[in-house]
């Protein structure tokens, strides 16, 4: 016989004006390899029919069932009850608009971040459906690959303090997008157009370096290089519009190639070319 589980899960139907939010307690056997996914179901056939949560492709790709399990945002599909205690809490993820209960519209703020953030491929070529394709260097599709692999379930947002704090800041998975752009040869955005974008404190410099975004995101995305990738090229920006372009252009240049090849090199790949 499994372990009794123990659910405490927030209830609240906005859309209900008598509804008010309250903890709801329920109790459940554990089965093998359960997840949260199969508990919730479970709940809701056979205890309560009301109960409101997203779940969608059930395999950790839609990234609907994000939600607050035990304090952390995760994905319900993709957690084991074996891994929880006899006594699992559960809450919607805060920041987004809750829908009712477990559920919230994590869709409506990443329209406004993608839009704010404008989250499109920037190019004045004509498409020309008669061409060959364009080729792309492996190393930067694996790149673009990588970072495109967000599944936009929120918990990155979620988990932030700084998006708990400031609903204007944009929150790491905007950032990521915006560098995933940056990597992008077919982006003809120059960097002063991205600073226009991130270079401000609702963007990259807004960001406290909390680390919570890259702790959380159940897809590992590598969060902290591109939230550093992106200050130090945002910061460059920053300092290019004071210095004036004989330094960076010419002067500091003219200093590196004096450099030993060997202090060069070690610069290089601190900092590959800062000023380009
Ligand atoms: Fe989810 Fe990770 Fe994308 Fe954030 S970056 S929305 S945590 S997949
Ligand atoms: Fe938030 Fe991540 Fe920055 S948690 S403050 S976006 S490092
Ligand atoms: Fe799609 Fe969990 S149901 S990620």
């Given at each position: ?77 993709q957690t084991q009850t074996k891994d929880q205690p006899d006594k699992i809490v ?120 909390l680390l919570a975004c890259e702790d959380i995101c159940p897809k590992k995305l ?55």
């Amino acid at each position: 016989m499994g372990r009794k589980l123990q659910f405490e899960i927030f209830r609240y139907n906005p859309q209900d004006t008598k509804s008010v939010p309250f903890m709801q307690t329920f109790f459940l056997e554990e089965t093998d390899k359960m997840t949260l996914f199969i508990a919730l179901n479970r709940l809701r056939e056979e205890q309560d029919p009301s109960l409101i949560f997203d779940f969608c492709c059930r395999a950790g790709i839609c990234g609907a069932c994000a939600m607050v399990i035990n304090g952390k945002p995760g994905l319900a599909c993709q957690t084991q009850t074996k891994d929880q205690p006899d006594k699992i809490v559960l809450h919607p993820l805060p920041i987004f608009k809750l829908i009712g209960d477990l559920s919230v519209d994590t869709g409506v703020w990443f329209r406004e971040m993608y839009q704010k953030t404008e989250s499109w491929i920037h190019t004045n070529k004509i498409f020309d459906p008669t061409k060959e394709e364009e080729r792309m260097e492996n190393l930067v599709a694996e790149q673009i690959y990588e970072l495109e692999r967000c599944i936009e379930c929120g918990c990155c947002v979620a988990a932030c303090g700084t998006a708990r704090m400031r609903e204007d800041f944009m929150g790491a998975a905007s950032l990521n997008r915006i560098a995933r752009f940056m990597v992008d040869p077919r982006d003809e955005r120059t960097e002063q157009q991205y600073f226009d974008i991130v270079g401000n404190d609702y963007g990259i410099f807004g960001c406290m370096g909390l680390l919570a975004c890259e702790d959380i995101c159940p897809k590992k995305l590598p969060l902290q290089n591109q939230l550093g990738y992106l200050r130090r090229k945002m910061g460059i920006t920053a300092i290019k519009q004071y210095i004036p372009s004989i330094v960076t252009k010419t002067l500091i240049p003219g200093v590196q190639k004096m450099l030993p090849d060997s202090v060069r090199k070690r610069l290089e790949n601190v900092f590959p070319d800062p000023f380009c």
